[in-house]
């Protein structure tokens, strides 16, 4: 029969064991490639996009990491930061679609980027920063494929794209585009530019009207002051 001390230990050390259970499940799920920042105006220009790669093994070490961007969306004048240690390759791939753009039309786009040479340990992570010179505007996200590859010869595939909100158990590195991103929002608007002036005009005449009505109450105030001063001098 247990007593009452007995029984709160094995509570306490079932509450312990699942709590352990928990933050693990935690761990295993936050462990997969993701991009930063989460999202980026559509038709975005002049960004950087950081993919950052824990390692989840704790006997291999990540030796290689492959990113493949989008060809049917792409991403135009993409740049790879140099990393310590790692090596990267850019292969291109002409488009099926070429892109119109200010400064001519592109056919040819970054498809995948592969680093190698350097080594992410146990309980590390590493980002690589990924330059762009402008991101599309005809969709509302950006999915990146990518193969993580360890030194046991292990390849975790981060490649499963978003589908009906369900999380996935090897999610692929995703941007939301949202809308606006080459519009100016003072010009999407017909008449802002207007209403802006109009808005500026009222303000300093506001400013305008107190600092008159500071000055005249100011000089009341001396003139009442000048009046009391004489009506003494007069009486005395």
């Known amino acids: 029969m247990s007593t009452p001390r007995t029984a709160l230990r094995r509570a306490a050390a079932v509450t312990a064991l699942a709590a352990a259970g928990l933050l693990t499940a935690a761990g295993a799920a936050s462990a997969h490639v993701t991009v930063h920042p989460e999202s980026y105006p559509g038709g975005a220009t002049d960004g950087v996009l950081t993919f950052r790669v824990p390692n989840e093994e704790d006997s291999a070490a990540t030796t290689k990491v ?136 009222s303000d300093s005449t506001a400013r305008g009207l107190g600092i008159a009505g500071l000055v005249t109450g100011v000089l009341g105030l001396a003139a009442a002051g000048f009046a009391v001063v004489r009506s003494r001098s007069a009486r005395s």
């Open 66 to 201: 492959q990113v493949f961007l989008p060809t049917d969306h792409p991403v135009l004048g993409v740049l790879v930061r140099p990393q310590d240690g790692w090596t990267p390759k850019v292969t291109t791939t002409r488009l099926r679609t070429p892109v119109r753009t200010d400064d001519g039309t592109v056919t040819e786009a970054v498809s995948e980027i592969t680093f190698t040479g350097g080594r992410i340990g146990a309980g590390q992570y590493e980002d690589f920063d990924i330059a762009f010179g402008q991101l599309p505007d005809d969709t509302g996200q950006l999915t990146f494929k990518t193969l993580q590859t360890y030194s046991d010869g292990k390849v975790a595939r981060w490649i499963e794209e978003p589908a009906g909100g369900e999380e996935q158990e090897n999610p692929a590195p995703v941007i939301k585009l949202t809308a606006g991103g080459r519009t100016p929002a003072a010009a999407a608007t017909p008449g802002a530019d207007r209403a802006a002036e109009e808005a500026d005009a």
